[in-house]
């Protein structure tokens, strides 16, 4: 057994000894769901002000409407009554530091974990590689700003999203620990009926 999972069990132990939350509902309190990256900097409780039961919170890496993320927040809306979403992205996001070329690339040369060094994303790895990547859109991030807009952009007009849904669009500095709203973002994610 490695160290973190004895950390990861005695962290639970300790949750679940003081656990008083058993009989939330399944629907989010607040009917709202964050749709944001996975990096371990971003706390959405912290920066939203979030109980547990609150909202629902999805994660992907950069935080993009992929087609799994899209698919969470239908489920979100259409059987768990979310009427406001939150497209959140953020400053110094590692999907910025990458394309879908530079992934594919590493990916065929090992499946090793590579590194990141001034040159840019170098593998290291002396394991066999795989041509597979070349199959998946990363979904990287040149601009955030419009990385946000596309992403609100495209949930705004998925056939299975209800106009009466609000989007809005933010991106969070991980240097100051604020939301930044992108106005022209939330305006093509505005409600309407």
């Known amino acids: 057994m490695t160290e973190i999972k004895k950390e990861v069990e005695r962290a639970n132990e300790a949750y679940a000894a003081g656990f008083a939350a058993g009989d939330l509902p399944m629907p989010p309190a607040r009917a709202f769901a964050i749709l944001t990256c996975m990096d371990a900097?971003?706390?959405?409780?912290?920066?939203?002000?979030?109980?547990?039961?609150?909202?629902?919170?999805?994660?992907?890496?950069?935080?993009?409407?992929?087609?799994?993320?899209?698919?969470?927040?239908?489920?979100?809306?259409?059987?768990?009554?979310?009427?406001?979403?939150?497209?959140?992205?953020?400053?110094?996001?590692?999907?910025?530091?990458f394309t879908d070329a530079t992934m594919r690339s590493l990916l065929a040369s090992s499946l090793d974990t590579a590194s990141l060094t001034s040159q840019g994303w170098q593998d290291v790895g002396t394991s066999h590689g795989s041509d597979e990547g070349k199959f998946v859109n990363w979904l990287t991030i040149a601009d955030p700003r419009a990385s946000v807009l596309e992403d609100v952009q495209r949930i705004r007009n998925h056939f299975l999203v209800p106009a009466r849904i609000a989007i809005y669009g933010y991106i969070y500095d991980c240097k100051t620990g604020r939301l930044n709203e992108i106005l022209e973002a939330s305006h093509i994610g505005r409600a309407r009926e």
């Open 41 to 97: 900097r971003l706390d959405p409780a912290k920066y939203a002000g979030l109980a547990e039961g609150d909202a629902h919170v999805i994660r992907n890496a950069g935080g993009r409407a992929s087609d799994d993320a899209i698919r969470s927040l239908v489920i979100s809306y259409k059987l768990l009554g979310t009427r406001e979403w939150f497209v959140i992205h953020h400053t110094n996001c590692g999907m910025e530091t």
